[in-house]
Nanobody, 123 residues
Framework: QVQLVESGGGSVRAGGSLRLSCAASGVIFRIKTMGWYRQAQGKQRELVAAIPTDGDTNYADSVKGRFTISRDTANNAVYLAMNSLKPEDNAAYYC?????????????????WGRGTKVTVSS
């Protein structure tokens, strides 16, 4: 029932900037973590950045100092500000959200993925 919609991808030149957005909708209980993954052509999907509700943010070493993840908890949204983009950042970026729900049997966790948004960086 939870759907994630990403936006903000596009084509930029090296050194440029983009800001990705992800909005979650549907039946949502507590969000545990919101984050971004990416998958380049011929490579496996990798974590870019994540921001837990309770915990420290995590960044891939390759984007530290260039990317910034943030959240808008009131609107169940997560953003990724990308600066100083490099051709190595060329990939499809996916939003991921982990939620929890308190049920009679206990706390149940769920994972949701967006469809992805393409980022192309030219040199």
């Amino acid at each position: 029932q939870v759907q994630l919609v990403e936006s903000g991808g596009g084509s930029v030149r090296a050194g440029g900037s983009l800001r990705l957005s992800c909005a979650a909708s549907g039946v949502i209980f507590r969000i545990k973590t919101m984050g971004w993954y990416r998958q380049a052509q011929g490579k496996q999907r990798e974590l870019v950045a994540a921001i837990p509700t309770d915990g420290d943010t995590n960044y891939a070493d390759s984007v530290k100092g260039r990317f910034t993840i943030s959240r808008d908890t009131a609107n169940n949204a997560v953003y990724l500000a990308m600066n100083s983009l490099k051709p190595e950042d060329n990939a499809a970026y996916y939003c991921k959200v982990t939620t929890t729900e308190v049920r009679i049997q206990g706390i149940v966790a769920y994972k949701f993925w967006g469809r992805g948004t393409k980022v192309t960086v030219s040199s």
